[in-house]
């Protein structure tokens, strides 16, 4: 069983359409994350969610807006598509524990190309 | 604001070879610290994770260091395999699960 999944894999579009990514876990994790990882393999935190609040909003340009239907879902919805936006998009997903022991789990990415 | 950083970017040995990655980071005020493997075109995987009160981890060949008070982490791989070739990623917690990455360190093991 997948633990962390995202759908679409790939996802091919053209500049100035809105695209959605899905992603979805069976761990009963509280916490959900989205990263981009850039052409020079570079991973940052984009956004993060505890029982459905956002609790962390990284420097994104508001055409990203994520949402959290329930704890084990977090969709990335992007809107006006730039060429810029083409990277991979990793989800994650954590327990919230005391004392620092919250192992983030990766999703198998999105990799997303803006034409 | 937190940096982390790998060096050298790529590193290649010969199978057999016991080995250190390392990974540095700018503030000490961290939760956790995480190393991750990334294969070619495929997501992370979470090798080992050392909480910011112990100083190592250990699972099968890999071990972990943590020296919070210096920055600095180091993923030991014992007796290197070719099936080892991959990226390895380090990571730091800090406030709210927030990970800040290194740029990772792309293993090459030489059969």
């Known amino acids: 069983d997948t633990a962390v999944s995202q759908t679409p894999k790939y996802l091919v579009t053209q500049m100035g359409n809105d695209k959605s990514i899905k992603c979805e876990q069976n761990?009963?994790?509280?916490?959900m994350y989205w990263y981009k990882q850039d052409s020079k393999k570079f991973l940052k935190i984009m956004f993060s969610y505890n029982n459905k609040e956002l609790i962390i909003n990284e420097t994104v340009p508001n055409r990203f807006s994520p949402k959290s239907p329930d704890k084990a879902h977090l969709n990335l919805h992007i809107n006006s598509l730039e060429l810029g936006d083409s990277a991979v998009y990793f989800c994650?997903?954590?327990?919230?524990?005391?004392?620092?022991?919250?192992?983030?789990?990766f999703g198998p990415g999105t990799r997303l190309t803006v034409l | 604001k937190q940096e982390v950083t790998q060096i050298p970017a790529a590193l290649s040995v010969p199978e057999g070879e016991n080995l250190v990655l390392n990974c540095s980071f700018t503030d000490s005020a961290i939760y956790n610290l995480q190393w991750f493997r990334q294969d070619p075109g495929k997501g992370l995987t979470s090798l080992l994770l050392?909480?910011?009160?112990?100083r190592e981890q250990t699972s099968g060949r890999l071990n972990a260091s943590l020296d919070k008070s210096s920055g600095r982490s180091t993923l030991y791989i014992a007796a290197s395999q070719p099936g080892d070739s991959a990226t390895y990623l380090c990571a730091v917690a800090g406030a709210n699960s927030k990970l800040t990455f290194g740029k990772g360190i792309t293993l090459s093991v030489r059969p």
């Open positions: 050392i909480q910011s009160s112990q």
């Open positions: 761990l009963g994790h509280d916490t």
């Open positions: 994650a997903s954590s327990q919230n524990l005391a004392g620092g022991f919250n192992e983030q789990f």
